[in-house]
Each structure stands twice: as C-alpha cells, then as structure tokens.
C-alpha cells in the first residue's frame, strides 16, 4: 500500500494534490465566499495524499458534454493508511448542511474517476486500489454544533455516494481518522 502512496505521488499532478504533513491532510473549499475553508485530517499515514478532484474536472471533459452532471466533482479524495489497512476517503466541504442528493452527484463522478485510476495503476504500474475502502463525507459549517470527541457510529454503512456521512464541523477542525473510520482513537 505505500508503494501504491508512492506511484500515486509520482503519476498525479504535483499542482492537483497535497502530501499529508506530519501525518496531516489539510482538505480546502475553493470558493471564496465558503464559510468552511478547510478542514485537516489527522493520523493519516506518513505517505498520505489527497486529491483536489474539484479542480481536475473530469478526464473527459474534451469528450463529454460539458453541461451533464458527471463534470461535478467532490472537494478531495484522500489515500491514506491507518496501520496496516488503506482507505480512500472522499471529502466535500460546505457552508452550510447539504441535501444527500446535492453530493450524491459529486461523489458519483469521484466513484468514477477512481475506477479510470484503478485502470491505469492496473494497466501501468500492475496496481489496484480496487479493493481499499472508500469512504463518503460531507463536512459542514457548524460553528455551534461542532463533532464530538466520541468515534462515530455506523461509519461502514458510508461505503457508497448515496450513503455519504454529513458532519458538522468547525472551520479549520483537527479530524483524526481513526474517528471518521469509527476505530478506537
């Protein structure tokens, strides 16, 4: 798995990702008028990474027709590690509590572009990121709701977009994995 953290860090765009730092992932809204600007993600493994899928668009965005909903995408996709086990974790960011369907659509296009990824690491690099676990969630403002410290419940149930785990958080929020994943801290 950190091998597969290494090829990712060498075939991906150095401008579209950001490499965890001291075991951090810092997740960021581009929008400027977003009143959650980022959120960090913490224990995520010394070879994190984390994709900044909105500001890719959609490989085939010469081919397709720009107007269709697959050209949405989730804020970040995340590969990281938590002992020895490797999880994906797609993250969007918003102002305020969404609706299931407003983020389904985005992490749809997030779900296929991780299977064209899994296509080249497999064509390529003899890879898969096929069988990591994914994970969906959704962080939103909450300046007066803020997470918990108690692990999340039923995390397993968020393994596909329609499923996406809504949480709200605090701008600038110190999120540890383990929480998200609903392991013990």
């Not at 150095?14 to 730092?21: A, C, D, N, R, S």
């Not at 572009?113 to 939103?140: G, K, M, Q």
Request: charged share 20%; glycine share 4%.
């Amino acid at each position: 798995m950190t091998h597969v953290l290494q090829i990712l860090s060498q075939i991906l765009n150095p401008e579209k990702y950001v490499q965890g730092t001291n075991s951090v992932l810092t997740v960021v809204e581009q929008h400027r008028q977003a009143s959650l600007k980022s959120i960090n993600i913490v224990s995520v493994g010394q070879n994190a990474l984390a994709l900044k899928l909105d500001e890719c668009g959609f490989p085939g965005n010469n081919v397709f027709v720009v107007q269709h909903k697959m050209h949405r995408a989730c804020d970040a996709v995340a590969f990281c590690t938590v002992g020895d086990e490797s999880y994906i974790l797609c993250c969007e960011l918003k102002s305020s509590e969404p609706s299931r369907h407003e983020v389904t659509e985005q992490f749809q296009s997030a779900q296929c572009f991780l299977s064209y990824l899994d296509s080249l690491l497999a064509t390529y690099h003899n890879l898969t990121i096929a069988h990591w676990p994914r994970r969906y969630f959704v962080f939103h403002d909450a300046a007066k709701n803020p997470l918990s410290k108690a692990p999340l419940v039923d995390t397993t149930k968020n393994d596909i977009p329609e499923r996406a785990q809504i949480l709200p958080v605090q701008n600038g929020a110190r999120i540890y994995l383990r929480k998200l994943l609903g392991k013990p801290l």
